[in-house]
């Protein structure tokens, strides 16, 4: 199935919630919803804007996120191509300084994050916390987002202002689960310097290894 086939299902699926909540919604208007999937870019953007109260591509919203952040957080990615194809700005910063790749990674969906980094947003941008995509997707577990960021040349090697880079803060964040699975079964682990996941076979180890192969 491809990129656009699944977004038209997710919309469409969205677009059925309020119709079962609300019987005076009619089918057609779904139908005709789904419709605007096909239409020409511009008028497709055009409506979309509408729909999310934005004037413009260029425009912003609340924390300074511009229609093609937002496009790229709900994985949008008709969308998303949309928008660049009607002139949106690609290089734009909200409040903290993410760009829109930084939305499509907490989205998740692969088509939009590919799509933007064809397009040339660097893959290694630090935000305002001097935090990266790769990082972000690291440190909230996104782990498939994070070796697609890796496959397509993200630098594992920044730091963070903590000292920590991405692979450290996969790490972290695999340690506090096996801690939090241990404590449900029983007795807690050790302290985390005599934690036996840490050293040779560590799980940032084994990360470190997987990432090299």
């Given at each position: 199935m491809s990129m656009r086939t699944k977004t038209a299902t997710r919309q469409t699926a969205s677009l059925e919630t309020p119709l079962l909540e609300n019987p005076s919604h009619r089918r057609t208007d779904i139908v005709n919803a789904d419709a605007d999937l096909h239409a020409p870019p511009c008028v497709a953007v055009m409506k979309w804007l509408d729909a999310h109260d934005f004037p413009d591509t260029q425009s912003r919203s609340i924390d300074g996120i511009t229609?093609?952040?937002?496009?790229?957080?709900?994985?949008?990615?008709?969308?998303?191509?949309?928008?660049?194809?009607?002139?949106?700005?690609?290089?734009?910063?909200?409040?903290?300084?993410?760009?829109?790749?930084?939305?499509?990674?907490?989205?998740?969906?692969?088509?939009?994050?590919?799509?933007?980094?064809?397009?040339?947003?660097?893959?290694?941008?630090?935000?305002?916390d001097d935090m990266t995509c790769l990082m972000q997707a690291a440190a909230t577990g996104r782990f498939e987002v994070m070796w697609l960021l890796l496959s397509l040349g993200a630098n594992d090697s920044l730091v963070a202002p903590d000292g920590r880079d991405a692979l450290d803060m996969a790490a972290d964040l695999g340690l506090q689960l096996l801690h939090a699975v241990h404590e449900r079964r029983g007795p807690k682990l050790v302290s985390a310097g005599e934690s036996p996941y840490y050293g040779p076979g560590s799980a940032r180890g084994v990360f470190s290894d997987n990432v090299s192969r």
């Open positions: 229609p093609l952040m937002l496009a790229a957080l709900h994985s949008e990615d008709y969308i998303v191509a949309a928008l660049l194809e009607s002139g949106a700005r690609i290089d734009a910063l909200d409040d903290e300084g993410n760009h829109a790749l930084w939305y499509a990674c907490l989205g998740g969906a692969p088509g939009p994050i590919l799509r933007l980094v064809g397009a040339g947003l660097a893959l290694d941008h630090l935000n305002a």
